[in-house]
């Protein structure tokens, strides 16, 4: 269906997705907490015309990949929990290690990235209704574009 739109339609799609989401993307750096500001940095949108699609957020991360791994522990949280930790001794031929337990304490996630946005997700539906409106108005009375 998507790919039956007329070319000014879709144009009018990915102009309105493309100030959406330069829109969410600062009220995201405005939620992110701020100690280096590499979160900031690291968070982006991204626009795919082909699909009409918005992405938003950490998406350069991979889980636990990445120097920004914990933005998304930070934005989802964790729970609490003991790990089994193993470190390898400092000496360079030996192939010792040693063992411990750790708590690691709960946190609660500060949703950063995966907040709802609700009131820039209703200006958004709204002007792709606007949008979409004008378009079937148009194939109503005969115009082609």
Known sequence: MLK?????????????LNVTGRQIAAVMAA???????????G??????PRTLR????????????????YGR???LGR?????????????????LTK?????????EGKRFVTGRFPELRRTLNQNLRGIFGRA??????GGDE
Do not use: C, H, W
Request: net charge positive; aromatic share 4%.
């Open 4 to 16: 039956k739109l007329p070319g000014t339609v879709r144009g009018e799609i990915i102009v309105e």
């Open 31 to 41: 939620r992110t907490p701020r100690k280096s500001g590499r979160l900031v940095a």
């Open 43 to 48: 968070e982006s949108y991204k626009v795919f």
């Open 54 to 69: 918005l992405q938003i957020g950490l998406l350069q991360t991979r889980r636990g990949a990445d120097p920004l791994f």
């Open 73 to 75: 522990i930070q934005d």
């Open 79 to 95: 729970k609490a929990q003991v790990v089994l930790v193993q470190r390898r001794l400092r000496r360079a031929s030996s192939k």
């Open 99 to 107: 063992r411990y337990r750790m708590k690691v304490r709960g946190s």
């Open 136 to 141: 079937l108005a148009n194939a109503a009375g």
